[in-house]
């Protein structure tokens, strides 16, 4: 079942936690909220504007709720988001370089410093050659927090490049397979070490696996051992998909003819959707928008829900579903319309 909710996300979440009993069933919250940039946000003639102060056009959204008052009133609805989370939930705050910091200090106390994970980086853009006194902005932030040490998470794999391959994998077998090695034993040592091929750990380590599997790697030609005797294990390179994703994205900038001021990239907001949630998850998204995640959660067969105050922003993500692959606005959708509940 998904929702499409228009009112102020604060009665929004109460409605969700009071009357839909969702509190702890929530699994994955993307949140995109205003950045406190002092302006209003257009769209013209169907374009919407990146930014703009333009008084023609129509406003999608205002922005002018500033400093303290605008770090207290996010605070409100993380305290609500945070009782909507799961105990293997993720909350993911998108904002930028101006107003993050303050935002980072809160979320801190909201959600805890130890389940804080990431501040990802974001490159939203090309360079812009704008004279301004400072170097160029072309990244926006992401703060990732899980509800416990205990959150859903899928790896997400990025796939090898050909110069990746090169890098990584310098050996070549005798079959033309490109390979590394990695060492097979790890710093602390155990309790009980075991001798494999008569060799014990070295001083301040301990063996990765289990003697037997190592036996069983060696039994497979698995492990390479060099001219000093020193056994290595074999990684090759075409039984791995990918490399790890660091906390710096460069691939995900915004559409360059977003049809809603500040709408994200769709495929980044995918990676998260797959990493930290699961296909009978639901995923919220309190300040919708154009609907950018309730798109890649429908995408990926996750039960979403949607909340926006402004009749523009829901009209654009209603539009946007239906016309999405085989309707993804759908029968099972519900349309929930609380604008006239007063914040
Ligand atoms: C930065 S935009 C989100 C863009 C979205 N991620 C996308 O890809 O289209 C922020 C949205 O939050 C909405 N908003 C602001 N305050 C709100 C509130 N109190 N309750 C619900 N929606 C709100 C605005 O109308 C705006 O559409």
Redesign the pocket.
């Known amino acids: 079942m998904n929702t499409l909710i228009k ?4 009665n ?1 979440l109460k409605f969700l936690i009071e009357q839909r009993q969702l509190a702890g069933k929530v699994d994955l919250i ?1 949140t ?4 406190a940039t002092n302006v209003n ?1 257009t769209i013209t003639d169907g374009r919407a504007s990146t930014i703009s102060n333009s008084a023609k056009g129509d406003i ?4 002018k709720l500033l400093g303290r008052d605008f770090v207290e ?1 996010i605070r409100e ?1 993380l305290l609500l988001m945070r009782e909507l989370l799961s105990e293997r939930g993720s909350i993911y705050l ?1 904002t930028d370089y101006k107003i993050g910091h303050y935002l980072k200090v809160m979320m801190d106390e909201v959600f805890g410093i130890e389940n804080f994970r990431n501040d990802i980086t974001r490159v939203k853009c090309n360079p812009k050659n704008f004279k301004r006194i400072g170097y160029g902005n072309i990244k926006d932030m992401i703060l990732f927090y899980t509800k416990t040490t205990n959150p859903i998470w899928n790896e997400p794999l990025k796939p090898y490049a050909e110069s990746d391959i090169v890098r990584l994998f310098p050996k070549t077998d005798q079959d033309g397979r490109r390979y590394t090695t990695v060492p097979i034993h790890a710093p602390g040592e155990s309790n009980n070490p075991q001798e494999f091929k008569g060799m014990m750990p070295p001083a301040g380590r301990h063996w990765r696996t289990s003697v037997e599997i190592m036996d069983q790697w060696d039994k497979e030609g698995l492990i390479e051992w060099s001219a000093n005797g020193n056994p290595r294990k074999i990684i090759y390179a075409d039984e791995k998909y990918g490399k790890r994703f660091q906390d710096i994205w460069t691939d995900f900038k915004d559409p360059q003819y ?7 990239n ?1 495929a980044l ?1 995918e990676l998260i959707v797959r990493t930290s949630s699961e296909p009978d998850s639901i995923v919220l ?9 309730l798109e890649a959660s429908a995408r990926n067969r996750r039960s979403w829900i949607g ?4 009749d ?2 829901i009209e ?2 209603r539009k946007r579903l239906e016309a999405g692959e085989g309707n993804l606005f759908g029968n099972e959708t519900e349309f929930i319309d609380l604008s006239s509940s007063k ?1």
């Open positions: 009112g102020d996300n604060i929004a993307y995109d909220p205003p950045f946000f999608a959204y205002t922005d009133y609805r998108h977003p049809i809603y001021p500040t709408e994200k769709i907001i998204d309190p300040f919708c928008g154009s609907g950018t995640t909340i926006d105050k402004t523009l922003a654009i993500t914040p």
